[in-house]
């Protein structure tokens, strides 16, 4: 039966991955291929003196050492070029890279990395509470002559790595008049992805051109970033997708294979860069630590009248993407509740003695919205009103404008979903049945569909399937193996398991902007669409020939080419693509699609790299908690999503995505927390002190889709999948809140927090 869209459909990398066919990025092996270990700082920060490798190199089975004096005098980054692939005249991070050690098996080159001898002048480390001081030696002496990679620059210097700025004029007049004047300080510790499969990448050297097998969420990323640092063009790098063990971020950037690159280059072999966990998590690009001040000032009806922000993120050692999500906050704080008058902004981004941090699904969003949701509890209170009902009274609207002047069309939406939500969960009923120790917590939120290009090749086999080619890929979400493919069957009229998509492969797919931000349903997707229609044009013209009817009166249905109203007239989709491969040629289109710029006002900010949420999607969550007044922990007893998806494409994909999205903000909002000790060094350095929630943790989320089709894509589509943790923290703090009366300032809200704050409530008492 042919696939429709909306309706249901097993995904196509379902047996593969549950008979453990599928190749992950450590699975892959090639004849000869050696095996790398990392040789990594043991120390923070300090002056690299010496690194004797003679012992290692004499070992059993050594291959080769590689160090810095081997590595191309190149630079590479993201946004600003201000990393090398190995330490050299100073190491900035605990577990930086300094040499690699490469055998003929895994073990051997563990075991020879341990024997490699590095000296080190020990510095005092850099935390970001000094870089914020002022206080400590500047990471980057070199900082000026970095160069941006899109060659637009941003307000830098000394260990600020970036600073946003919006300074509009009457923000102090503002609060001179006010009425009441609401302050919060609130805190985020780091967060780890906790995928499944630690980072692993295979590189081999051969005619001037590197080959790197990985699984990597961006496939054209990583290409650009081995390229940049082993400083060659960028045709001169291929690199091939697998399938992915997770990453939710930290694995679009390049992170093993330029280690890998360079270890193929020096030694002529294939080499293979495999972390332990100990390893990925030491150095994972985790979601970033971050202070924020909100002070808002009210007039004597309540109205918001002006704002003062700042917020102060760790970027680590080095920038990866983190200067653009610098801009971030200017968005997310004016963006869903109305500003009558001004917002003074100040987003800084530090340099500090710590791993590089980076992208987690809803990047910094979801710490910004805990402190946006919670100050507005704190606003209410304060005016003594009830929290839904203020809310509701400064909700965007159709038309209105963001902080940085994008126009949200559809804003609306917002109030549909409170009543939606009102629907499925009555506010006031709620807090009329809550239990003791319990509470009830409410957040909305803008959000995103990352907007960067993608393009698919359809072609259609004389056996009648499809074959779906594009770099696009998924780390888990279905994406592919679900929204694409039903794309590409339901336009065609093919069957469940007639779309097959081919894995990532720069050398052969057009550029795709990588499993990110939600964006592959929605953009590739267009393309998808776009493409599938070109070839299914194609075959009814073909179709039409060999049943003698006009093209108009074709349809393609469960892989037969008939004519309407007439059953028996009917082609298989087989022969129709043969007599086309046969007769004009091979039945194949490709079509790329990217999301036009959204305008917005250049003079909002200085320093602002992320001016516009693209494709925004409006949400509101509820959560009900209850808090052992005994041990503190807090349990969330239930979670209820309305998330503005524009078309569904894929249901149980996408109810998939949100349950999966909820319980990883459930991780972060009581569980989850990366700390950096005084000693810039991580204090979770595994994930038995770093705790995951489990199963019994999370509760059966409620979720309700509100289809409101974005006119610029395909279908309609907009994203799904990283929306849904954007406002864990927001719901779930507010409602901890309202269970214990107490404001809860720090991410995760820990059973030690909650006993602190029922000891002081008690107290008070």
């Known amino acids: ?175 001179a008049r006010a009425a009441h004047v609401v302050e919060d300080t609130f805190t985020a510790n780091r967060q780890y992805q906790a995928y499944l499969e630690p980072k692993a990448a295979t590189a081999s050297y051969a005619d001037g051109r590197y080959i790197l097998h990985t699984a990597t969420q961006y496939p054209f990323n990583v290409r650009e970033r081995v390229a940049q640092l082993m400083g060659v063009r960028l045709s001169d790098v291929r690199v091939v997708g697998k399938t992915i063990g997770g990453g939710f971020g930290a694995k679009l950037d390049g992170w ?71 801009s971030l906050p200017l968005t997310v704080i004016g963006a869903v509740y109305k500003l009558h008058g001004p917002m003074r902004a100040v987003c800084r981004l530090w340099y500090t003695n710590t791993p590089p941090t980076g ?100 072609k259609m086999s004389e056996d009648g399937t499809a074959s779906l080619v594009t770099a696009a890929n998924d780390n888990g979400s279905g994406a592919v193996s679900m929204g694409l493919t039903q794309i590409v069957a339901s336009t065609l009229g093919l069957s469940e398991g007639d779309v097959r998509a081919s894995m990532p492969d720069t050398d052969i797919s057009g550029y795709d902007g990588g499993s990110q931000g939600s964006r592959t349903t929605a953009i590739v997707g267009t393309a998808a669409l776009e493409a599938s229609t070109k070839v299914r044009e194609q075959l009814l013209a073909t179709a039409a020939g060999l049943l003698e009817a006009h093209v108009d009166d074709i349809e393609l249905v469960d892989g037969q080419a008939r004519v309407k109203g007439s059953p028996s007239a009917t082609v298989p989709l087989g022969q129709v693509a043969a007599a086309a491969t046969f007769t004009g040629g091979a039945v194949t289109a490709t079509s790329s699609y990217a999301t036009p710029p959204v305008p917005f006002d250049a003079g909002c900010a200085t320093g602002a790299l992320f001016t516009t949420m693209c494709t925004p999607t409006y949400h509101v969550h509820l959560a009900v908690v209850e808090v052992d007044d005994v041990t503190g922990n807090v349990d969330v007893v239930r979670y209820v999503v309305v998330q503005d998806a524009g078309k569904v494409i894929s249901p149980v994909g996408a109810r998939g995505q949100v349950q999966g999205g909820i319980a990883q903000g459930i991780g972060y909002s009581l569980y989850e927390s990366q700390r950096i000790g005084d000693d810039a060094r991580l204090v979770e350095r595994s994930l038995e002190s770093y705790r995951l929630p489990l199963a019994v943790d999370i509760p059966d989320v409620e979720v309700v889709f509100l289809e409101n089709p974005d006119p610029q894509t395909g279908l309609g589509a907009k994203g799904i999948g990283e929306a849904p943790i954007v406002l864990s923290a927001a719901a779930i703090s507010t409602a901890v809140r309202h269970a214990t009366g107490r404001t809860f300032n720090a991410i995760p809200i820990t059973p030690e927090d909650v006993m602190f704050a029922l000891q002081e409530a008690e107290e008070v008492r």
Request: charge should be negative.
């Open 256 to 326: 093993v294979e330029p280690l890998a690159a360079l270890a193929a280059r020096v030694t002529g072999r294939t080499v293979q860069v495999r972390l332990s966990r100990a390893e990925d998590i030491l150095t994972c690009p985790m979601r970033e630590n971050a202070t924020m001040t909100i002070r808002t000032a009210l007039d004597d009806e309540g109205r918001m009248i002006g704002r003062q922000f700042t917020c102060e993120m760790d970027n680590g050692a080095y920038s990866g993407e983190m200067p653009w999500l610098a």
């Open 1 to 175: 039966m042919s696939v429709t869209i909306g309706g249901t459909m097993d995904r196509t990398d379902g047996v593969a991955k549950v008979t453990g066919k599928a190749q992950y990025g450590v699975d892959h092996v090639e004849a000869g291929m050696a095996h790398a270990a990392v040789v990594r700082s043991p120390v923070p920060a300090g002056r690299l003196v010496g690194v004797d490798v003679g012992a290692a190199r004499r070992m059993p089975e050594v291959v080769g050492v590689v160090t810095a004096a081997d590595q191309p005098d190149s630079y590479g980054g993201w946004v600003l070029q201000d990393q090398r692939i190995l330490a050299s005249d100073q190491v900035r991070y605990e577990g930086e890279p300094i040499a690699i050690v490469v055998a003929e098996t895994r073990a051997a080159a563990i075991a020879a990395a341990a024997a490699v001898r590095v000296e080190i002048e020990e510095w005092e480390a850099v935390t970001m509470a000094k870089a914020v001081a002022g206080e400590g030696h500047v990471i980057h002496p070199d900082w000026q002559s970095y160069v941006p990679t899109f060659g637009v620059d941003h307000p830098r210097w000394g260990n600020c790595a970036c600073e946003v700025r919006a300074e509009p004029d009457g923000v102090d007049e503002a609060f």
């Open 359 to 458: 992208a987690f699904r809803g990047v910094n969003g979801v710490y910004l919205y805990m402190a946006q949701e919670q100050h507005m509890d704190h606003i209410a209170d304060t005016l003594g009103v009830d929290r839904r009902e203020y809310r509701l009274r400064h909700l965007f609207e159709d038309g209105d404008a963001s902080r940085t002047g994008q126009v949200l069309e559809q804003a609306g939406i917002l109030r549909q979903a409170f009543d939606r939500l009102e629907e499925r969960a009555p506010w006031q009923e709620i807090l009329d049945n809550l239990g003791p120790n319990q509470g009830v917590g409410i957040a909305a939120a803008v959000w995103m569909t990352n907007p960067l290009p993608g393009e698919v090749t359809i």
